[in-house]
T-cell receptor, first 112, second 115 residues
Framework: GQNIDQPTEMTATEGAIVQINCTYQ??????LFWYQQHAGEAPTFLSY????GLEEKGRFSSFLSRSKGYSYLLLKELQMKDSASYLC?????????????FGRGTSLIVHP | DSGVTQTPKHLITATGQRVTLRCSPR?????VYWYQQSLDQGLQFLIQ???????AKGNILERFSAQQFPDLHSELNLSSLELGDSALYFC??????????????FGPGTRLTVT
């Protein structure tokens, strides 16, 4: 089976840096995604990691360690609009194909 | 705006009924995914189609079925509805089912309420 763990909620201050962790145990691995989801809206793609290391994209960076089953999303220069849920998802083989399994999401609250 | 459209936006129906949710992927995208999101279960993958054929199946109940038509739009059929089926149903599309990037573009969702 697949198991993905993320903290339920985090708070941070505007302008600061926050790191959202994700650990996973899956039968096989074919990539890890991070999505942002504002309340009542659709998830939007942030990043995709398939190899170990850090991927940087503007204020957001994502890190992956496959041997540790661990990833984090780093958000810099936090803005109020970054208040949202952040979903970690792992793509793993299943029945001859690949399917994504999502974590429950981390609700990030950014305060002034 | 992701370019993925879903109709209807809201749907209220009674237990035991059947509904059809519709999704049009981004222009040129061949792959369509369906997800269910409820408060207690999070985002759950249901099923994927690629160019008209079923490609992968997740936690989809037997009461649910889907198909992708030649024009690439997709429909998710939910039958014998139960209270627990109340959720947000998202459709997502991507350009391909294999390759370097698997970025998915999500539609705005259909909120289903079963009373």
């Amino acid at each position: 089976g697949q198991n993905i763990d993320q903290p339920t909620e985090m708070t941070a201050t505007e302008g600061a840096i926050v790191q959202i962790n994700c650990t996973y145990q899956t039968s096989g691995f074919n990539g890890l995604f991070w999505y942002q989801q504002h309340a009542g809206e659709a998830p939007t793609f942030l990043s995709y990691n398939v190899l170990d290391g850090l991927e940087e994209k503007g204020r957001f960076s994502s890190f992956l360690s496959r041997s540790k089953g661990y990833s984090y999303l780093l958000l810099k220069e936090l803005q109020m609009k970054d208040s949202a849920s952040y979903l970690c998802a792992v793509r793993a083989p299943s029945g001859g194909s690949y399917i994504p399994t999502f974590g429950r999401g981390t609700s990030l609250i950014v305060h002034p | 705006d992701s370019g993925v459209t879903q109709t209807p936006k809201h749907l209220i129906t009674a237990t035991g009924q059947r509904v059809t949710l519709r999704c049009s992927p981004r222009s040129g995208d061949l792959s369509v995914y369906w997800y269910q999101q409820s408060l207690d279960q999070g985002l759950q993958f249901l099923i994927q189609y690629y160019n008209g054929e079923e490609r992968a199946k997740g936690n989809i109940l037997e009461r649910f079925s889907a198909q992708q038509f030649p024009d690439l739009h997709s429909e998710l059929n939910l039958s014998s509805l139960e209270l627990g089926d109340s959720a947000l149903y998202f459709c997502a599309s991507s350009p391909r089912t294999s390759g370097v990037s698997y970025e998915q573009y999500f539609g705005p969702g259909t909120r289903l309420t079963v009373t």
